[in-house]
């Protein structure tokens, strides 16, 4: 059951399309093949989880694009959001 | 691929054939709409043409005369009242820049009262409509199709499912030769370094950014400060985190094709491929700049949804919610909402958002063509003299 959205291939988030609790499987597709990780953490509807490590000061992407820098380190599988993802504007 | 089309003797094409009564300022309103009444003319609504100051007199004509100019409109009675600050002579000039169509224009003070004005309209308008019955769809290809892309009441969904969506749709109609217009200027605040590099040229690139950071220092001016209030509280529970990721989902709907121009509010649009209007975002006087730039349809993502219409052109209204489509049944046109559960894909989804554009263009009617809705409103700086 899909409930995540990978905007562009090379991302480094995926959006939930429900909620995910901690443990939960998040289950997304990249070019037509389906894809699935556990939440390391709780992961609120449409916001969004790590689909990889992200050291801390590291480059997050989304849509293809820089969104932010990571604050501190990311696992996967965790929500990523104002907790640990920053503007770099 | 083609559409059937109006072609209009100023080389123009439209989708819709109208005869358009315009007041020449609001204190003729009245009048305007009685004619509308009697004869069935489509009634274009204007709020200003007198009372302001010289820049919003000048975005005020770019954006009437660049409505009365599109391609969807057969001919236009301006109605004026007389005494007004933009006098005949003043609307003619800005319309005969954009269009040779035809054109009248009578007032109230100078017919001798309401009743002689609406009798006098009544006959013009009749003539018109006459002329404009006489004109047949033909073949058009789909490179002479100008398309605006607008958004408004958007939630979550809007930036990973329609804008998306639309964004594919934009790159296809590219391809084709056709022509997308990206607006809103305060919604790229904080993309302005992606649409920098999205210019076909280093020159357009540069426009790009300096319309972007001009909008921000001008309500920067006026107290306020759209980079740091966004994303708001409501996005950032809503799942955004910074406002680079807000931007970019905003200005994905433009897809991925380069910048060819960049565009003033309202500005008659001359160029093909995917071009920009420096604008607001308000959703209505944003969406009348498109029409203005030669627009005939507009397509429009939201996430809440919202009935907003034009008295010229079909604004079909596009969500990505499932739920609002289903909700607001009564004013959404397209539902893009099984690119989230995964039943279709983006690429599927452009292909029938384009299909159906292409519907349109034929004649179907979108929802608030159905429901009737002509909204307006023009952008200005300054308050009323």
């Known amino acids: 059951m899909i409930n995540a959205v990978l905007m562009a291939s090379n991302d480094d988030v995926v959006t939930v399309t429900q909620a995910v609790p901690a443990g939960g499987e998040i289950c997304y597709q990249r070019e037509g093949e389906t894809f699935s990780l556990a939440a390391a953490t709780d992961v609120p509807l449409y916001h969004k989880a790590a689909l990889r490590d992200l050291a801390e000061g590291s480059s997050v992407i989304k849509y293809g694009e820089h969104i932010g820098h990571a604050t501190r380190p990311i696992g996967r599988g965790e929500h990523v959001h104002t907790q640990n993802l920053s503007s770099t504007l | ?385």
């Open chain 2, 1 to 385: 691929m083609h559409f059937m089309g109006y072609r209009r003797t100023d080389g123009h094409v439209g989708i819709r054939n109208h005869v358009v009564v315009m007041p020449g300022c609001i204190c003729s309103a009245g009048a305007a709409r009685k004619i509308c009444e009697k004869s069935g003319a489509t009634y274009l609504y204007n709020p200003n043409g007198c009372a302001q100051d010289a820049r919003d007199t000048a975005m005020t004509l770019e954006i009437l005369s660049g409505l009365i100019a599109n391609g969807n409109v057969y001919g236009a009675l301006i109605v004026g009242l007389g005494c007004e600050s933009i006098q005949e002579a003043r609307y003619m000039e800005a319309i005969r820049k954009k269009t040779d169509k035809p054109v009248r224009y009578i007032s109230i003070q100078k017919e001798g009262g309401l009743g002689r004005t609406v009798a006098h309209g009544l006959e013009l308008v009749a003539q018109l409509q006459q002329e404009a019955r006489a004109c047949r769809r033909e073949s058009c290809d789909i490179s002479e199709l100008i398309v605006g892309l607008e958004c408004g009441g958007s939630d979550p969904t809007s930036g990973f499912s329609i804008n998306v969506v639309l964004g594919n749709t934009s790159d296809r109609l590219v391809d084709l030769g056709g022509t997308t217009i990206l607006c809103e200027t305060p919604e790229a605040i904080g993309a302005e370094n992606i649409l920098k590099r999205r210019g076909c040229t280093p020159q357009v690139g540069q426009q790009l950014y300096d319309a972007v950071l001009a909008n921000e220092r001008r309500h920067l001016e006026a107290g306020e400060d759209i980079r740091n209030v966004n994303p708001s509280p409501g996005n950032k529970a809503g799942g955004l985190t910074t406002l680079e990721e807000k931007s970019i989902g905003c200005v994905h709907k433009s897809g991925t094709r380069p910048f060819q121009a960049v565009y003033s509010y309202g500005q008659m649009v001359d160029k093909k491929g995917l071009v920009f209007m420096d604008g607001t975002a308000y959703d209505v006087a944003s969406t009348m700049s498109l029409i203005a730039g030669g627009a005939q349809l507009v397509v429009f993502t939201t996430g809440l949804g919202t009935p907003v219409g034009s008295a010229i052109a079909p604004v079909l209204k596009a969500t990505g919610n499932g739920h609002t489509a289903q909700w607001l049944e009564d004013i959404i046109d397209f539902d893009s909402s099984a690119s989230i559960t995964g039943e279709k894909t983006v690429e599927a989804l452009g292909d029938e958002l384009l299909k159906y554009i292409c519907r349109v263009c034929d004649g179907e009617l979108v929802k608030a063509e159905i429901n009737g809705i002509s909204d307006m409103a023009i952008d200005q700086m300054g308050s009323y003299c």
